[in-house]
């Protein structure tokens, strides 16, 4: 089956620039879209379409697709941004959809 | 604006089922698919299945098939995701989120609020 491979804990001191990163072959022909969630909360949609930020999803959220590799990145991170976030593609084999681990973001 | 509202917190015996409801308003109800995924207490995401916008059609993870059900009525704007045979590993919170689609691009916005159902003796 698919997989998509994410760092399981990344930290980044307040106001600096910091990228998550998730693998998977699915990558090299689906974009990914990424999900932050804090806890005891919903998932939120952040960036859909490789690099597209929904209404209300702050500008220093970015995304970025390299071959099998697709990343997030947060410039300035802030305080609120501390949470797990979660990238998710679609897939032709095994799942049609599948989502990588989960990377823990700390915000120093 | 657009709001997908599920049902409470279940507590079930195992060998039980739980049906889960997400009603969803704002929106024209027939022009999204809608997914269901899962959380265990402390784990990651995972997905379950997807029902189409006229409720026809049905696509579900490996790991559940026979065991989940997917519905729809579109005439109260509402999905449904029914678990059999529960154990205590299907102990987890269940959202709904609905789908769009644009050239090779998926993604899931906006999420139910969860279900948490607790499966135990």
């Known amino acids: 089956s698919s997989e998509l491979t994410q760092d399981p804990a990344v930290s980044v001191a307040l106001g600096q620039t910091v990228r998550i990163t998730c693998q998977g072959d699915?990558?090299?022909?689906?974009?990914a879209s990424w999900y932050q969630q804090k806890p005891g909360q919903a998932p939120v949609l952040v960036i859909y379409?490789?690099?597209n930020r929904p209404s209300g999803v702050p500008g220093r959220f970015s995304g970025s697709n390299s071959g099998n590799t697709a990343s997030l990145t947060i410039t300035g991170a802030q305080a609120e941004d501390e949470a797990d976030y979660y990238c998710k593609s679609r897939d032709s084999s095994g799942d049609p959809w599948v989502f990588g681990g989960g990377t823990k973001l700390t915000v120093l | 604006q657009v709001q997908l509202v599920q049902s409470g917190a279940e507590v079930k015996k195992p060998g039980a089922s739980v049906k889960i409801s997400c009603k969803a308003s704002?929106?024209?109800?027939?022009?999204?698919?809608m997914h269901w995924v899962r959380q265990a207490p402390g784990q990651g995401l995972e997905w379950m299945g997807v029902i189409n916008p006229t409720g026809t059609k049905t696509v579900y993870a490996q790991r559940f098939q026979g065991r989940v059900v997917m519905t729809r009525d579109v005439s109260t704007t509402t999905d449904y995701m029914e678990l059999s045979s529960l154990i205590p590993d299907d102990t987890a919170v269940y959202f709904c989120?609905?789908?769009?689609?644009?050239?090779?691009?998926?993604?899931?916005?906006?999420w139910g609020q969860g279900t948490l159902v607790f499966v135990s003796s």
């Open positions: 379409g490789e690099n």
């Open positions: 989120a609905r789908d769009h689609s644009r050239g090779n691009s998926w993604w899931f916005d906006p």
């Open positions: 699915s990558l090299r022909t689906y974009s």
């Open positions: 704002g929106y024209s109800f027939t022009s999204n698919w």
